[in-house]
């Protein structure tokens, strides 16, 4: 379903993050690896080593496009995160499918922003739920979730001015 | 002078009584609810908690009455007052022995209704007068249900009257004399749904005074603690001795109207003895009551009142007035 | 809906009810839009203790972590307990010795017991009924003495280690835990025979609070809540974890979609922990409880990492991404009343405060999991 989305399936990838796991990657690699992050795509992952089956990579633009489809499909919301990747200068949105009852699939879906504008749409039109996780997210890493109706402070206080899971946040 | 005497040995009588059955009533609650809980209650203060009473009222005459900023001082200092001395005059007419009766009125059910309603208006204006929504949610709620269940409980009372063809309460007893079957309760010669009459009247009175599974005035888990939210030391202490003084006269009025006030029930030694174990009875059931059930809803009710209770008290009348105009 | 249309022309208030409220169970804050008795708008605001564990478990190693998963939930912290280890374990790729797996489910399932009879004491004190509490913390008592003697701590465990659990049970502990499901066994009849079948408890919660199973979906609602609205769905079953595919177990499913529906299936639920307790401690096998070729500096490869396991309250799933130092690069806790509470707002509307506030008794709320 997903892959009529135009997202190519990620063979190689694969292998080269099944290698890393098995640490028989030489150094020069694994650099590699840091220097550029993942292109969007599918990926078909081991459940028994990562605990989901499907990570998705997606445009930011394909997040409530994927959202639908995953809902069309029964699937429920589990949570929605940041990721504050530094060195790439991007905020990495994740978002976990699961099935409550039913098949045992899981479904990452990410995609990754600039961190100097960090928009994505919102997805809690599609799944109610989204609404306190995307406030979360945007309470704690100062992601944009563009459209959601109720962006204000929930679990800080306030009057707080900063964004606590930024990495260049000083403790 | 005979009078004058008359009134003052009232005051000081009822005065002593009412203060000392206050403060042991809720020791009585306190070690009921704990044995009810698997749990021993109060033992520390005196020999198995009986001094606990009096260190409670000393705490709460000791402690600053504060008047909330928003509340409206008068009517917040004035609502406990009006509870305690509607609950003292209600006093006044109780017949504990034939002879024992502060003032025999010729129309004592009336006084005590009236007097009763008092009770309610209080709740309202402590409600009110503390500037505290919760509060103010209580009031209403306190109010809704004294008028929903004053009705099926007067229609009950009004079945007694047309029974007994008086309003005072001492006569009421006397029709009653004799064997046990001749008390309102068993009197099904004179109208057979007596026995569930004397249910309703029993949960209605219950309902007015606001306890549990009635509670809504103070519904804890709700409101906080509804109408007594903002009161603190004797504002609260005066509040909590209206309830029980309350629970006293509902039970009394029970035990009058149905119960066969200080009659004996096989007819010998007849005298307050009976009158007080008959009441004591009855407020123990309503603290068992209380420990055993969780709390109505508001709608609820109202739903028992209205359409369960009056309707059954509107057919009890007629049935009562068939009985006697046939038999 | 109908309903918010009538509130705009008569008047409102607001109601703000807690943080301080004896319905909330704690430092949970409803602020309430009210139409008389009726409720327009309830929404809650959370933050009232949150601690940011998500950013400490950035800043400690994962051992200095442990500590953090006993403060999440105060109730069923051995359940958070056991998706920490079970995350790592996933992620490092360590065997969990067989006893340590038995403990683990003996453990959980008995915290999972004691926070279920909590539940029904508060549950019913927020009804309105004082006495079953004490009963219910009368039973609790003996779990918790039971627990202190194995991992040390009443309330706060950090008991399990990754490739097993900290201390091997003794004799007195197996034999107290058989002694002590002989004796709750018949107090579940009892409650159901003093509190479920009482009427003004059957006129509180049936009808009451309905959630329909696509609400759930749509707000991630999991355990209990989720079962009670009719959906057999257990992270026990269905995405088996430790050695619970091994015992007998049914998962209680109830399709009234009601506030009646939840405290049935947690009741049940009761029952079932008791069965596989018992199975437990009979098929537990002799051998060591910690894993010995658990290595002692901890790097997990790089990339994300997932574990979600059954909570007293539901799916408590954890994520993390490692960047292959002693540290989480990101550490993510996704705490089930956080969801099971966020459709309080959509499910409240209309509904009587009374009502309301039983119905979110039955959400079984505990607040610092929400805040974290």
Known sequence: MLASEGLPPQKEVVEEVQAAEEGEVDPKAKKKEEEKPRENGLLETDYAKRGFHLDVQVNPDQVVRSAEILDSEGMTMEMVTGVDWLKDGQFEIVYDYSFTGGELFRVVVRCRVDREKPDVPTISEVFGGANWHERETWELFGINFVGHPQLERFLLPDDCDYYPLRKDFKL | MDELIRILSYFVGIAAFLGLNLAYLGWVERKGAGHIQRRIGPKDVGPYGLLQPLADGLKLMSKQLVVPDNADRLLYMSAPVLAMVATVILFVTIPWGENLVPREFDYGLIMIFAVASAAGLSILLGGWASGNKYSLIAGTRAVSQSVAFEIPMLITAITIVMITGTMNLNEIIRSQSGMFWNWNVFALDKSILMPISFLVFFVCSMAEINRAPFDLGEAESELVAGYITEYGGMGFGLFMMAEYGNMMIGASLTTILFLGGWQCPFGLFPGPHWFLLKMYFLIWTIVWIRWTYPRTTLWGLLNLSWKYLIPFSLVNLLVTALFIKVF | MTLLAQSQLQETFELNIGPQHPATHGVLRVKVIMDGEYIVKAEPVLGYIHRMHEKMGENRTW????????????????????????????????????????????????????????????????????????????????????????????????????????????????????????????????????????????????????????????????????????????????????????????????????????????MDEMEQSMRIIEQAL???????????????????????????????????????????????????????????????????????????????????????EMDR
């Open chain 3, 282 to 368: 009979d098929k537990m096998p002799d051998g060591p409880v910690k894993a010995e070729k658990a290595p002692k500096i901890l790097k997990p490869p790089k990339g994300d990492y997932h574990f979600a396991v059954e909570a007293a309250r539901g799916t408590f799933s954890m994520r993390t991404v490692s960047d292959a130092t002693n540290t989480s690069y990101r550490m993510r806790l996704r705490s089930p009343t956080y969801s099971n509470l966020s459709l309080f707002e959509e499910a409240s509307r209309g509904m009587l405060l009374s009502d309301a506030l039983a119905f979110m008794g039955s959400l079984d709320l505990v607040i610092p």
């Open chain 3, 63 to 266: 051992n200095q972590f442990w500590p953090n998963l006993g403060r999440l939930d105060y109730l069923s912290a051995i359940a958070y307990n056991h998706g920490y280890a079970g995350l790592l374990e996933r992620a490092m790729g360590i065997e969990v010795p067989e006893r340590a797996e038995y403990i683990r489910v003996i453990t959980v399932e008995l915290n999972r017991l004691q926070s279920h009879l909590l539940w029904f004491g508060a549950f019913i004190l927020d009804l309105g009924g004082f006495t079953p509490l004490m009963y219910a913390f009368d039973e609790r008592e003996q779990i918790l003495d039971l627990l202190e003697s194995v991992t040390g701590s009443r309330l706060t465990y950090c008991y399990f280690r990754f490739g097993g659990v900290y201390n091997d049970v003794d004799d007195d502990f197996i034999t107290g835990t058989r002694a002590f499901i002989k004796r709750l066994r018949p107090q579940i009849p009892m409650y159901h025979d003093l509190v479920t079948k009482n009427v003004i408890l059957m006129e509180r919660l049936v009808d009451i609070g309905h959630i329909s199973a696509d609400m759930c979906r749509k707000y991630g609602a999991t355990g209990p809540v989720l079962r009670g609205s009719g959906v057999n769905f257990d992270i026990r079953k269905n995405e088996p974890y430790s050695v619970y595919p091994e015992l007998d177990f049914d998962v209680p499913v109830y399709h009234e979609c009601d506030s009646m529906a939840r405290y049935m299936v947690r």
